[in-house]
């Protein structure tokens, strides 16, 4: 299993920029997937999250900026990002909880997935 994350650039404030992310794999269940980032010298912290039944949670910095969504068909998730900030640049990661499947009749138990950082600069 691996997810791969793609979007990222350079905007200036006020741009907008939509994140792509897609699981790929023996991929039994997905339930949660999210966004995370991290600035230069920081934790990495949750931006958005959404559940496989769709019910989503974004970070007090982001609300009415930023909408999470997902594609269930496909295992992809997205970050619309809008009217960004320059305390918006970062490295953004996408995120899944998983269920895989081990063999032709073994599944595993849900294991936490990162995809690789794609880079968000937002320029003042």
């Known amino acids: 299993v691996q997810l791969q994350a793609s979007g990222g650039g350079l905007v200036q404030t006020g741009g907008s920029l939509r994140l792509s992310c897609s699981a790929s794999g023996n991929i039994y269940e997905i339930d949660t997937m999210a966004w995370y980032r991290q600035a230069p010298g920081k934790q990495r912290d949750l931006v958005a999250s959404i559940t496989s039944g769709g019910r989503k949670n974004y970070a007090d910095s982001v609300k009415g900026r930023f909408t999470i969504s997902r594609y269930n068909d496909d295992n992809t998730v997205y970050l619309q990002m809008d009217n960004l900030k320059p305390e918006d640049t970062a490295d953004y990661f996408c995120?899944?909880?998983?269920?895989?499947?081990?063999?032709?009749?073994?599944?595993?138990?849900?294991?936490?997935?990162w995809g690789q950082g794609t880079q968000v600069t937002v320029s003042s």
């Open positions: 995120y899944a909880a998983i269920r895989s499947y081990l063999d032709d009749s073994t599944i595993s138990a849900f294991r936490n997935y």
